[in-house]
């Protein structure tokens, strides 16, 4: 493994082992800006397998961003959401909507679907076939739309 990948595995492993624990332990606002960190990251990495489809495919760096989706995906992230950080707090804005924290059953499920979506790319992704990666991005693209759609607030 890479020097850098190795560094990033490491810091991801302990990211989901403390997740739960270190949520409660965040402020609200802390809450708020480490889950945007988790989906800022997440998006990047999406990105670049975007950018590999469009153009010439790399299954290595696809794989190297599909497993980081995966890992942020099961880190627990749901921890971050918790009491306070339904609302914008002084400088830290928040695009979630308040209906989220009302219906924790759906958006369980529609965690669920994401995670199982990730998971999924990670596996495809590490197989190298770009068309089957297409397909199962395509799949996690439309898990992501599906939670913000309905709980995700406009710019």
Not at 43 to 53: D, F, R, V
Not at 122 to 145: M, N, P, R, T
Request: glycine letters at 12%; aromatic letters at 6%; proline letters at 3%.
């Amino acid at each position: 493994m890479k020097p850098i990948l190795a560094t990033t595995a490491v810091g991801l492993m302990t990211a989901v082992l403390a997740g739960g624990a270190l949520a409660g332990a965040l402020s609200p606002e802390e809450q708020i800006e480490t889950r945007q960190a988790g989906y800022t990251f997440m998006g990047w990495n999406m990105g670049k397998i975007k950018a590999n489809l469009q153009g010439d495919y790399n299954a290595e760096q696809v794989k190297a961003a599909a497993d980081t989706i995966a890992a942020i995906a099961n880190s627990g992230m749901g921890a971050l959401y918790g009491p306070g950080t339904d609302k914008d707090i002084g400088d830290v804005k928040t695009r979630v909507k308040p209906e989220l924290f009302e219906n924790m059953q759906d958006v369980g499920k529609l965690a669920g679907d994401f995670t199982k979506a990730a998971d999924n790319l990670a596996e495809v992704a590490a197989g190298g076939d770009e068309s089957a990666v297409k397909a199962a991005f395509g799949d996690l693209g439309q898990a992501c739309k599906a939670c913000h759609k309905k709980y995700r607030a406009d710019d």
